[in-house]
């Protein structure tokens, strides 16, 4: 089989383009693009079949290009770059070696958390076992579907004239440290699938919001969080949803809780969790965070310690968090209090009235919205609030 060549792109046809096709398929048959999906894999294959006639870097092309490269964490967005055709030659080499070689052997499968949710980037060893002994046969890691495949030689074996190997799976902290390992699959067959799960007392599922920071920067490119948007220009939830399999208005939450102001990402994430914030096809992020910031006065801080405490049971943010909730509710207070009694805008009618009663210090201006927008009436615990806060004399309260 030829080598890969580069820079192969859209539209391109010759050769080239045919040598690429013939590998594509080979990975393919194999079951290493998109090892967990046969019948995607099925589907692919047959859309490739009309472009290899024709000798075309088709749309079908690319997406294999685009599964292959997303499993191995590449950049390259479906074309093949230096980088991407030197991962296929390495893997056509220890496919297509000579006749002379010994043969080769694939191990496959995914790694998963205790929730089923894809374990990424973690480390995936395999050894061939013996009776105390173990042979390192090789070690990669997880793409972003929790996906592995891991090619080894018969020349690695602990007793080569077995002609296969004893087989153990180990998933890997970076630290090195053991999360999970397979029983010993006795007398391996050419092709092997071994999936592992990680217990949830070695290691705790990541968090929703964990998920999506991990998943977002391999495709944001030059962009931060803050930079995304959706509108007429730009469809970049639409374009990360399609690519991560994350809801839209689930990534709308993620971009808008990095463009509020004060408090961390992992407090805007939760809040807007609820029924405070609906996603709007109709409006930009830009618009949507305006109406934001605009309601945020309506939520009092029963309503915020809620919704954290539904945001830890559904594990949107880590439980690491949950000692940060008694500082998060009052800073949620002072910044909304601050806002508030804002000079610029329209003001608020708890603005208005303080003006009304006289109290122009800025000071005891935002005491009072904290407290108000803490109880949400006048309760006798404001008044008391107020009158223990430097409001004097009594008539200001």
Request: with cysteine; glycine share 6%; net charge negative.
């Amino acid at each position: 089989m030829n080598k890969i060549s580069f820079p192969l792109t859209l539209q391109m046809q010759g050769t080239k383009v045919s040598d690429l096709h013939e590998a594509l398929q080979l990975l393919l048959d194999r079951g290493i693009i998109l090892p967990n999906d046969e019948p995607k894999r099925r589907q692919l294959s047959a859309a490739l079949q009309g472009e290899r006639a024709e000798q075309m870097y088709g749309t079908a092309t690319r997406k294999i290009v685009t599964d292959f490269q997303d499993e191995l964490r590449l950049d390259g967005r479906g074309e093949i770059n230096e980088a991407t055709a030197n991962a296929l030659n390495r893997l056509l080499d220890q496919l297509n070696g000579p006749p002379s070689d010994p043969a080769e052997f694939i191990v496959k499968g995914s790694v998963w958390f205790s929730d089923k949710s894809p374990a990424a980037g973690v480390k995936v060893s395999a050894f061939d076992r013996d009776l105390r002994n173990e042979q390192a046969l090789g070690q990669t890691q997880t793409n972003r579907q929790g996906s592995y495949q891991l090619p080894y030689s018969v020349r690695q074996f602990l007793k080569a004239e077995r002609g296969s190997a004893d087989l153990v799976v180990k998933a890997l902290a970076a630290d090195g440290s053991l999360l999970a390992a397979s029983p010993i699959l006795f007398n391996a067959p050419s092709v092997s699938e071994i999936n592992l799960t990680i217990p949830a007392d070695v290691m705790q599922p990541p968090s929703l919001f964990e998920r999506i920071g991990r998943e977002l920067p391999p495709l944001m490119g030059d962009l931060k969080v803050q930079q995304l948007e959706e509108d007429k220009e730009h469809q970049d939830l639409t374009f990360l949803s399609g690519e991560t399999g994350f809801e839209k208005p689930t990534l709308a939450r993620f971009v808008l809780a990095h463009k509020l102001p004060e408090l961390q990402a992992e407090f805007w994430f939760v809040i807007l969790g609820g029924s405070f914030y609906e996603f709007s096809e109709d409006q930009s992020l830009k618009e949507q965070l305006e109406e934001i910031l605009k309601a945020l006065s309506s939520l009092d801080a029963t309503t915020v310690r809620k919704a954290l405490t539904r945001g830890f049971k559904r594990r949107e943010i880590s439980e690491a968090f949950r000692k940060n909730v008694p500082e998060w509710v009052e800073a949620f207070l002072k910044v909304t209090a601050q806002r508030t009694v804002s000079k610029s805008g329209q003001p608020s009618f708890t603005k208005l009235a303080l003006d009304h009663a006289g109290i122009a210090d800025p000071d005891k201006q935002e005491i009072f919205a904290r407290l108000f927008n803490e109880h949400k009436a006048l309760t006798a615990k404001l008044l008391c609030g107020s009158a223990s806060r430097t409001f004097a004399p009594q008539r200001e309260i």
